[in-house]
């Protein structure tokens, strides 16, 4: 399975690293919107090129995985590439995800080829996990609690305040709820029960503090459902303490079984990231072997993860999951 990467930032360096563990994947190139010779890749021999120069190389590539720009570039770029490539993405607006699906399925079909969208860990690990309790507990209730982590997309709404420097937010599920869905109370949560939001801040030299911190706390989408501390600190901290991009969460499904329900039931399913793009790298690499398969067997147009059955995802014959796993 030759592997491609577009862009190569904390993602594109965390599929590279996860091709790596995967000895049925190899990658073939990277294509950057910078000058290629600023991109120094770790895997030995493998060529860098301007993206303006990816169809030269379109037969030397079964899947493109996106992992370039924002969530705002992948509902351009993802439906693009799905003309000339099999692809993988990892959009992550759940609100725009049935759009973005009919855009890249139109794109991939009409040209053979076969897309996966929305793959990571939520969306995508953590979907599927959502999908098996309704399925198993059909009259149950959802909870899903993000963190203790890093999200990137509000430090990065931090960030674009006037007279920040630099910034850093971490989500934070409160204990009490945690503790209240695990003992199977099934409660009714608001936004600003199951989390809060822990800012912290370098602010640029003679900036106003006060309206920076109410800035952030009264942010629609962002910070005004929630309560949120915003801690100022030195650059020097915020690299010595803050540097790496932890994250992880929760899923649960709770519901009852029995002729009179009287039994109570709790699935829990949990993750404790290191790095983010480094486990949202490794799913994304797994689910690509999918793709390929997909394709060769003449299975085109744009998937979720729900469209993929297991054994697609392992390097593992049928035989040896059957052995050794079922």
């Not at 599929?15 to 294509?31: G, S």
């Not at 929630?226 to 803050?242: A, G, K, M, P, Q």
Request: net charge negative.
């Amino acid at each position: 399975m030759k592997i491609a990467i577009l862009g190569y930032g904390n993602l594109g360096k965390g599929v590279e690293a996860a091709i790596k563990h995967n000895p049925d994947a190899e990658l073939t190139a990277i294509f950057t919107r910078r000058d290629p010779s600023a991109v120094k890749p770790l895997t030995a021999g493998v060529n860098v090129y301007n993206v303006k120069d990816i169809l030269a190389h379109k037969n030397e590539i079964d899947v493109l995985v996106l992992c370039g720009g924002s969530a705002t570039d992948l509902p351009e770029q993802t439906p693009e590439y799905a003309k000339y490539f099999n692809v993988i993405d990892s959009f992550d607006t759940h609100a725009k995800i049935p759009q973005h699906f009919a855009n890249v399925d139109k794109a991939a079909k009409d040209n053979g080829h076969t897309a996966l969208i929305s793959c990571g860990w939520d969306p995508g690990m953590f979907s599927l996990m959502r999908l098996y309790g309704n399925c198993i507990l059909p009259g149950g209730t959802d909870y899903t609690f993000w963190g203790k982590g890093v999200s990137q997309g509000h430090s990065d709404a931090i960030r674009r305040i006037e007279g920040v420097k630099n910034g850093k937010q971490y989500t934070i599920p409160v204990q009490s709820a945690l503790d209240a869905v695990r003992a199977g109370k099934n409660p009714e949560l608001t936004t600003r029960q199951k989390h809060t939001r822990e800012c912290f801040v370098v602010a640029e030299e003679g900036a106003d503090k006060a309206r920076i911190e109410k800035e952030i706390k009264e942010m629609p989408n962002y910070f005004a459902d929630y309560d949120t501390t915003v801690h100022f600190i030195s650059e020097e901290e915020l690299l010595r303490d803050h540097a790496g991009i932890p994250h992880g969460g929760f899923v649960f499904r709770s519901g009852k079984t029995g002729w009179d329900d009287e039994f109570n039931n709790v699935v829990e399913y949990s993750l404790k990231l290191d790095s983010n793009p480094a486990f949202t790298s490794s799913v994304i690499i797994a689910f690509a072997r999918a793709v390929y398969r997909l394709n060769k067997e003449g299975n085109t147009g744009c998937k979720t993860v729900f469209d993929i059955a297991p054994a697609y995802l392992s390097p593992l014959s049928g035989e040896e999951i059957r052995a050794h796993m079922l």
